[in-house]
């Protein structure tokens, strides 16, 4: 079997604590603070860039080859599926209104607290159907070949966050995700 499913669950691991900030961050509008908005920034254009260009994909491929090995699948893949394109289009929704923001808009507090609170609450719920009901199929009922043939068609990319290197877009978050974990790896 590919250790292509460890990686998502890495991948998700990754993507949850990314989301823990965000939330941190939407908090801070309840206790009327102001948010780090271009921390807020960084972590919905890295979860509109890589999940969406890399990791998800790579889930489409796999849940495609599920649904045509065992046609039962259908209805929770093609809804794990469009919830890819749901997450796709509201992230990059959010993104634009914290891009307005940091620029200088004047937006309204709801236009990004109740967006950011459902994009959380909504790739959290993603990512626990995939891992409770899709991931196990596809450990199940994929073969060696089938996760050789999804590798070649998607090689795994780079991370630029958790990756081996920071891409410098990403040092303020990463310093963020460092003081949070308590590590001194942020250095």
């Not at 890495?10 to 780090?36: A, G, W």
């Not at 509201?90 to 209104?97: D, R, T, V």
């Not at 596809?138 to 050789?148: F, N, V, Y």
Request: glycine share 4%; net charge negative; aromatic share 10%.
């Amino acid at each position: 079997m590919s250790d292509i499913i460890d990686t998502w669950r890495k991948d998700h691991v990754n993507f949850s604590r990314l989301l823990n900030l965000l939330e941190v961050q939407i908090k801070l509008f309840h206790e009327d603070e102001t948010p780090d908005y271009e921390l807020m920034q960084d972590i919905i254009y890295y979860m509109t860039h890589f999940p969406d260009l890399f990791h998800h994909p790579k889930e489409d491929l796999v849940f495609d080859m599920v649904k045509k090995v065992d046609s039962s699948t259908r209805s929770v893949v093609d809804e794990l599926m469009e919830q890819h394109v749901v997450l796709r289009e509201s992230g990059m929704k959010l993104f634009g209104n914290l891009e307005a923001v940091v620029a200088g808009a004047m937006l309204s507090r709801t236009s990004v607290e109740g967006p950011a609170e459902t994009y959380i609450a909504y790739f959290r719920s993603h990512m626990k159907k995939e891992e409770s009901e899709i991931f196990p199929l596809a450990e199940k009922l994929l073969s060696d070949q089938d996760w050789r043939d999804v590798d070649a068609a998607v090689p795994p990319p780079i991370d630029p966050l958790f990756g081996p290197s920071v891409n410098e877009r990403y040092l303020a978050l990463h310093r963020q995700i460092a003081d949070e974990a308590g590590c001194g790896c942020g250095e």
